[in-house]
C-alpha cells in the first residue's frame, strides 16, 4: 500500500517475515501541503502566539524566573507520557536532596533537564544534526530504563512501536538500511532553505523523526525536545519557554492518531493543525505563567521590603529562589556569610511572611521551599 507519506515494504522471509513502513523524504509531494482557510489560520494564530511569548518572557519578566521550573515541568511531562510516574513534586524534593520515597525513575526526569540545559548551550558550537541528536539520546539515557540499549547510537536492527512481538505491534518503523538514508534526508531538510514555514516545518520534522524511530528506546522523549531545539536554532524563540508535552499528554489519544494517520494516509495536514492549536494552547498558558509569576514576584517584595534591616538580605535569598525554589540554612549561610543562627532567623522571618514553607518537618536539616511559586506550575 502507498500514499504520499511512504509505503509498507516486506523484509524477511518465512516466519520470520514482517512488513514496515517506509516513510518518503521530507518535504511532502505528490501532493504538498494542502493549506485551506483552517490551517492558513492556526498558522498565523501560532506564529502570532509564539512571538508574544518570547517578548513577554523576555520584557515582563527576567526569563531566570521561568526558564528554570519551566523546563522542569516539561521534563516531568515529557517523561510521564512515556510511562514515568515520578511527578513534578518528586523532581523538586530529588533536587532539594530530600531522598525519602523518591521514586527511581526521578533520574529520567533529572536527565531530561540535563539534556535540555546541555542542548541549548550545544546550539551555540554545534548545528542541529544527527550527531548533535546522537548526543542528546545518551544524556537521556544514562543510568535509566533502556541505558542497555545503545544510547547515543542509532539502531542497528528492527524495533517496533506497541504489541508483544513485531507480528502484533501497531506500527513498524523502517529498517535500518532505510532508515540511514531517512535519516540523511531528515538531516538536509532541517537546514534546508525552502519556502516552508518554520512551525509547519517543526511540525514536519517531529512526525518524521517518530516515524523514522531511530533509537532503540527513548525516541519519543528526543523526538519532542527536537521541536524545542528547532524553534531555538531557527531564531522563533530566544529561551526554551515553549514544550508541548503537556498538550500531548492532555489530547494524547488524538496525538498518536495524528501521527497514525500520516503513514496509514498520508495526512499530513490533520497533524501539522493539531500541532499549530498546540503551539497556540501552549503559548497561551505560558504567557499566562509568566504574568502569575511577575504578580507574585511584586508582591511578595513588597513583602520582603517589610522586614525592615533583614530585608537586604532576604532579598538576595528572595531572588535565589528562583534560580532553585528550595533552599536550607547551610544554603543562606554561605549565600550570606552568616552564622547558623542569623540565617535561621531570616529563614523563620521569610516563613512568617508567606514566602518560604518547610517541606520536610524536621528540626534538623529543615528544608525550604518557595511553595506559592511552584504551585503555578502545578503537578500534573
Known amino acids: 500500500m502507498k500514499n504520499r507519506a511512504g509505503s509498507f515494504i516486506e523484509i524477511g522471509n518465512g516466519i520470520s517475515k514482517y512488513k514496515c513502513f517506509i516513510p518518503k523524504g521530507l518535504p511532502p509531494k505528490e501532493p504538498s501541503i494542502q493549506y485551506d482557510d483552517e490551517l492558513i489560520y ?53 533536587e532539594a536532596g530530600i531522598s525519602d520515597e523518591i521514586p527511581d525513575d526521578v533520574k529520567e526526569i533529572e536527565n531530561y533537564v540535563k ?25 537521556l539515557m544514562q543510568g535509566v530504563r533502556g541505558e542497555n540499549k545503545t544510547p547515543g547510537e542509532f539502531r542497528k536492527s528492527q524495533n517496533w512501536i506497541g504489541g508483544y512481538s513485531i507480528s ?16 540523511d534526508n531528515l538531516e538536509q531538510f532541517i537546514h534546508e532553505e525552502n519556502y516552508i514555514a518554520t512551525l509547519v ?14 533509537f532503540l528506546d527513548g525516541n519519543g522523549r528526543v523526538g519532542r525536545l527536537l521541536m524545542a531545539f528547532y524553534l531555538a536554532n531557527e531564531d522563533m524563540l530566544h529561551k526554551p519557554t515553549l514544550y508541548l508535552s503537556k498538550y500531548f499528554k492532555r489530547n494524547r489519544q488524538t496525538y498518536y492518531e495524528c501521527l497514525y494517520d500520516i503513514h496509514a494516509k498520508g495526512d499530513y495536514e490533520t497533524w501539522i493543525k493539531f500541532f499549530m492549536q498546540g503551539i ?21 517584595i513588597r513583602k520582603v521590603s517589610t522586614l525592615g534591616r533583614s530585608s537586604e538580605n532576604a532579598l538576595v535569598i528572595y531572588e535565589g529562589l ?39 518537618n524536621k ?18
Open 201 to 214: 516545518k517543526t511540525a514536519l520534522i517531529h512526525s518524521q523523526f517518530e516515524m523514522i524511530h531511530p
Open 280 to 300: 497556540i494552547d501552549t503559548s497561551k498558558e505560558a504567557i499566562n505563567m509568566a504574568r502569575e509569576i511577575s504578580s507574585l514576584k511584586e508582591n511578595d
Open 168 to 183: 502484533t505491534a501497531s506500527y513498524v518503523p523502517p529498517s535500518v538500511e532505510y532508515m540511514e538514508q531517512l535519516l
Open 42 to 94: 492556526l498558522i498565523s494564530e501560532a506564529n502570532r502566539y509564539i512571538g508574544r511569548l518570547d517578548e513577554v518572557t523576555d520584557t515582563l519578566i527576567s526569563p531566570k524566573y521561568f526558564v528554570y521550573m519551566y523546563a522542569r515541568k516539561e521534563a516531568t511531562l515529557s517523561s510521564q507520557i512515556e510511562g514515568t510516574q515520578a511527578t513534578f513534586s518528586d523532581l523538586i524534593k530529588a
Open 115 to 139: 539534556a535540555v540545559n546541555y542542548g541549548f548551550e550545544r546550539l551555540e558550537t554545534l548545528p542541529l544534526s544527527l550527531r548533535f541528536i546522537r548526543e542528546i539520546h545518551e544524556i
Open 363 to 380: 528540626s534538623r536539616n529543615k528544608v525550604f521551599v518557595y511553595k506559592a511559586y511552584v504551585d503555578i506550575f502545578g503537578d500534573d
Open 322 to 360: 528562583f534560580d532553585k525554589p528550595t533552599t536550607t540554612i547551610d544554603d543562606i549561610m554561605s549565600k550570606l556569610e552568616t552564622s547558623n543562627a542569623t540565617a535561621g532567623r531570616l529563614a523563620e522571618k521569610l516563613i512568617d511572611i508567606g514566602i518560604l514553607v518547610n517541606i520536610n
